[in-house]
């Protein structure tokens, strides 16, 4: 693997890796191992096939475009209203999200020698962060590849100290009560189709942007196997106790030292998955929409901030609307734009996919329906 390889995808990988990770060991607590390996091969390989859609779409164009971009050259004005929608309101509410529970993990790690409050400690966790946004992809990429490093150091220590305690009557086979729960929970976690486009700009040469398909599917299937394992030893340590933030539940049995550290891991995690959605929304308002570099990336950095000090700072609330906006509009928009990139594309693309004409409607139904099932089941029912 060659250094731009690399960087390609520890941006990828860090993007996916997110809050919705702390979600996953809940649900599955609640819902069973049948269904959660159900959902995880389901949305996994749904998923992976929107990010490898995607980024034929996006080598088949000759300008630089985010999703907006591309639904008004392929798809038309009414689609890139939509698509415009989705991505600020999708993008603003996920930053918003970070920022909380960036707040959240700062306080838990230095509860005891900073004195300041988590509300304090959230609008530093934006700044700092912000300023990468301010600074462009190639130090993003450069710092996210630290970030992953630390991360998967800090999963090795959560696993080595969690393993001893796993027990497999924790594990529970399925519950029919919570069996649509992990839904939105695993496809939030799992979806990553905003740093596709930075990845096909990063890559410079035709032979590196040959690798983006391998990129995608690495990535995806690295993001996948790590949730999957996250969730098999938080649950098989705190069974039923399992607590929705997936670090709480683990006190009794690992001590408070695993909450700073897996706040810390936390930290890590979501402040990767910042860096890039904010700076793919910097450049939807940049190259989408013209506007200048400044204004851009004040907007993208500066509305999350403005919707947390209004006092929207419900993070689980933030998390599931921004859940269902993204996974229903953004993959039924990817899977039309890739036929019509496919009728319309100007240029040949670095790979190009084959598949069944029904398989990406199929997903699209799979998204849509799945959404109406957990909104039925979770909101109404």
């Keep these: 693997m060659n250094h731009s390889f690399v960087l390609a995808l520890s941006t990828m990988v860090g993007t996916i890796i997110g809050a919705g990770i702390f979600g996953i060991p809940f649900v599955v607590a609640k819902s069973g191992i049948i269904p959660a390996v159900f959902y995880f091969l389901l949305l996994g390989g749904a998923v992976m096939l929107l990010h490898l859609l995607f980024g034929e779409v996006a080598l088949r164009t000759k300008e630089k475009h985010r999703l907006i971009g591309y639904a008004g050259q392929y798809l038309g004005r009414k689609a890139k209203v939509v698509a415009t929608f989705s991505t600020v309101f ?29 509300a304090t400690l959230a609008v530093l966790f934006w700044a700092v962060l912000s300023f990468f946004i301010f600074r462009g992809i190639q130090l993003i990429a450069k710092a996210e590849f630290i970030m992953n490093v630390a991360l998967f150091l800090s999963i090795l220590v959560i696993f080595f100290f969690a393993a001893p305690h796993v027990r497999l009557d924790n594990f529970t086979l399925i519950d029919v009560n919570h069996v649509f729960l992990p839904y939105g929970v695993i496809l939030f976690a799992l979806a990553g189709w905003a740093a ?15 690798t983006l398909d391998n990129v995608i599917i690495w990535a995806s299937g690295i993001v996948a196997v790590l949730y999957f394992l996250f969730a098999l030893f938080v649950v098989g340590v705190s069974g039923q106790g399992t607590s929705p933030d997936a670090l709480e539940g683990l006190v009794p049995f690992l001590g408070k030292e695993i909450i700073v550290l897996g706040a810390a891991f936390g930290l890590v995690a979501i402040a990767a998955s910042f860096l890039v959605l904010g700076n793919y929304l910097k450049n939807s308002l940049l190259y989408d929409f013209k506007l200048p570099y400044l204004l851009a990336a004040s907007a993208a950095t500066l509305l999350p901030l403005g919707l947390f000090l209004a006092g929207f700072r419900e993070f689980v609330l933030v998390l599931g609307v921004v859940g269902i906006t993204m996974g229903i509009i953004e993959g039924v928009l990817i899977v039309m734009l890739f036929y019509k ?41």
């Design 196 to 210: 596709i486009p930075e990845i096909a700009d990063f890559f410079k040469a035709r032979r590196e942007k040959k």
């Design 90 to 118: 999708g993008i603003v509410g996920a930053l918003l999200a970070y920022t909380i529970l960036g707040g959240q993990f700062l306080k838990i790690i230095f509860n005891s020698t900073l004195p300041f409050s988590e």
């Design 341 to 381: 990139a496919k009728e319309k594309g100007e240029r040949v693309p670095e790979y190009s996919i084959t598949i069944p004409r029904f398989l990406p409607f199929l997903v699209a139904l799979l998204l849509v329906g799945g959404a109406l099932a957990e909104l039925f089941f979770s909101y109404i029912q």
